[in-house]
């Protein structure tokens, strides 16, 4: 059963920083693409940014670029999306995802809940 799961979410004032994991199992992702997605109440899913199965390449959203990081690590299971100088504009439930191409993905976590206080 594949599955993917976050953590690291929580409330922070602004200005924090946070690091959100993604734990993927019941398959290799090594060979796919992953990412980092989030959906703050009222809008629609964003893309935040994603990483090359082999963590080479990544991209990033323009509100989020310079100040968010995503790795993963060498087995290409587990990644990171480690979050500085967080707004209040960041807040939302942050979903990663993993996928056999840079804009298809399959897999989908439960989310984690980011919260960033003025």
């Known amino acids: 059963q594949v599955q993917l799961v976050e953590s690291g979410g929580g409330l922070v004032q602004a200005g924090d920083s946070l690091r959100l994991s993604c734990a993927a199992s019941?398959?290799?992702?090594?060979?796919?693409?992953m990412g980092w997605f989030r959906q703050a109440p009222g809008k629609e899913r964003e893309r935040v940014g994603i990483?090359?199965?082999?963590?080479?390449?990544?991209s990033y959203a323009d509100s989020v670029k310079g100040r968010f990081s995503i790795s993963r690590d060498k087995f290409g299971n587990t990644m990171y999306l480690q979050m500085n100088g967080l707004k209040p504009e960041d807040t939302a439930v942050y979903y990663c995802?993993?996928?056999?191409?840079?804009?298809?993905?399959?897999?989908w976590g439960q989310g984690t809940q980011v919260t960033v206080s003025s």
């Open positions: 019941g398959r290799s992702f090594s060979s796919y693409y």
């Open positions: 990483i090359s199965w082999s963590g080479t390449s990544s």
């Open positions: 995802a993993a996928g056999s191409g840079a804009t298809m993905f399959n897999y």
